[in-house]
């Protein structure tokens, strides 16, 4: 598979963005939605940031007040065995290590703009922001749809009540209206078809399970893009393979003659993430037509290897012209990169792979 990585990467990266909250640090700008409007390239960030320490002995954890609505810092020590401290990015009891009680950082969503796809200016205030008793922790990496002329936007929003998936629609990128949570927790990795079939909307989403079963994706139908069901499994996670651990939709479904075509990320056990392709009939995208067995994409370069979390690539966006797919991705859940693959490239891998 040939990749042609952007000599500019990392495209952005935490230092090009400066924090939206005083006495912060940002330490990642990464996973964003991609659209295109009024001739940019638009990336809808993830911009994490974290209060920054001034004391080795304490960690301190960003949450929004449900009731107020404003910003609040949960300061722990380090050394209280009550907690464990040993992931950089939550805070966990330290008898349930399997769920976390705190993040050490808080996301929201600010856009990224470019004329060229390659060079980008980042707005100075965001463009999405917790806004609700669902998104106290923040909100976590959109991805975009654009049907007709509407922007639709959903994005994980992270609570106590666990992580959902909420929407926003927008015509502008300046004013949205939110549509609510459209799926429940445990939910991550939604990605909306960019257009009906056969009269409804179709959504990939991947539920998070806490009792029996994997990371796998599903896939479901609504007429409304609000009221999801019909709810199908649709692919698992291999345990012989590069996507043993979890398997979560990537960028939004391509449409091609072939099928829909959907660039998904796959991790190993250790928390190695790739990208791999499967292929939906164009019809009926409950129906797998095939699946690649080896990744189109891995973490190769320094940017991707070493970052916050490193061995990671993460595809969440992409702007199709012709045969050419540029995939924007976040890299070692840090930074943003580019590259640009051959779509009839990727198909052909499937039916080879098939």
């Known amino acids: 598979m040939n990749i042609n990585r952007f000599k500019e990467n990392p495209l952005i990266t935490p230092k090009d963005v400066k924090p939206l909250h005083d006495g912060f640090e940002v330490i990642g700008a990464f996973n964003a939605g991609v659209a295109e409007y009024n001739g940019e390239v638009l990336l809808l960030l993830r911009v994490a940031e974290r209060p920054i320490a001034t004391d080795e002995q304490q960690i301190k954890a960003p ?15 380090k050394n209280d065995p009550k907690y464990n401290f040993d992931d950089p990015r939550t805070i966990r009891l330290a008898d349930n290590l399997e769920r976390f009680d705190y993040l050490t950082s808080l996301s929201y969503i600010r856009i990224a703009r470019s004329n060229d796809g390659h060079h980008f200016t980042i707005d100075d205030q965001a463009f999405i922001y917790p806004y609700n008793e669902y998104q106290t922790f923040g909100i976590e990496d959109a991805r975009c749809t654009k049907i007709d002329d509407v922007y639709y936007v959903n994005f994980s929003s992270v609570s106590p009540y666990g992580v959902c998936d ?18 429940a927790p445990e939910n991550k990795d939604v990605l909306i078809f960019p257009e009906k079939i056969n009269g409804q909307y179709y959504a990939l989403h991947r539920p998070s399970l806490k009792s ?16 999801w069901g019909n709810h199908t499994h649709l692919i698992g996670v291999d345990k012989d393979n590069w996507d043993s651990g979890r398997i979560g939709g ?12 959907e660039i998904y990320h796959g991790a190993t056990e250790d928390h190695r993430y790739c990208m791999g392709a499967v292929l939906l009939d164009l019809n009926d995208p409950t ?23 490193g061995d990671v690539v993460f595809g969440c966006g992409g702007l199709v012209k012709g045969d050419t797919l540029t995939m924007y991705y976040g890299v070692a859940d840090t930074s ?10 990727i198909l052909q891998q499937l039916a080879n792979e098939r």
């Open 63 to 77: 949450v929004i007040n449900k009731e107020t609505g404003q910003l609040e810092i949960i300061t722990f020590d």
């Open 250 to 261: 990537g960028l939004v479904p391509i449409k091609t003659s072939e099928g829909w075509l």
């Open 336 to 345: 943003m990169a580019g590259c640009e693959m051959s779509i009839k490239e």
């Open 166 to 183: 909420s929407l926003i629609s927008t015509v502008d990128f300046k004013t949205y209206e939110d549509m609510g949570n459209i799926f």
């Open 287 to 309: 129906k797998v037509i095939a699946r690649t067995k080896t990744p189109i994409m891995e973490p190769d370069e320094s940017y991707e290897k070493q970052g916050f979390f």
């Open 212 to 227: 029996i079963g994997n990371y796998d994706i599903w896939i479901a139908s609504s007429p409304d893009l609000k009221a």
